[in-house]
């Protein structure tokens, strides 16, 4: 006697995958986002005070 191939897969099969799929990507974004808080990107050191108005008047 040969048990019977079930192909189909159970609701709950499917949704418990799809939870832990789910699930890693939000750690994976978590670490992502604490690991590129803690890099000390280049920022300007002096601040740029630009006089546009003569440009304005001009318009």
């Given at each position: 006697m040969q048990l019977k191939y079930n192909r189909q897969q159970s609701l709950?099969?499917?949704l418990f995958?799809?939870?832990i799929k789910l699930f890693f990507l939000?750690?994976?974004l978590i670490a992502a986002?604490?690991?590129i808080e803690k890099v000390n990107f280049p920022s300007p050191k002096k601040?740029?005070?630009i006089d546009v108005t003569n440009d304005i008047k001009k318009l």
């Open positions: 709950g099969s499917t995958k799809l939870f939000l750690i994976i986002i604490f690991l601040n740029y005070d």
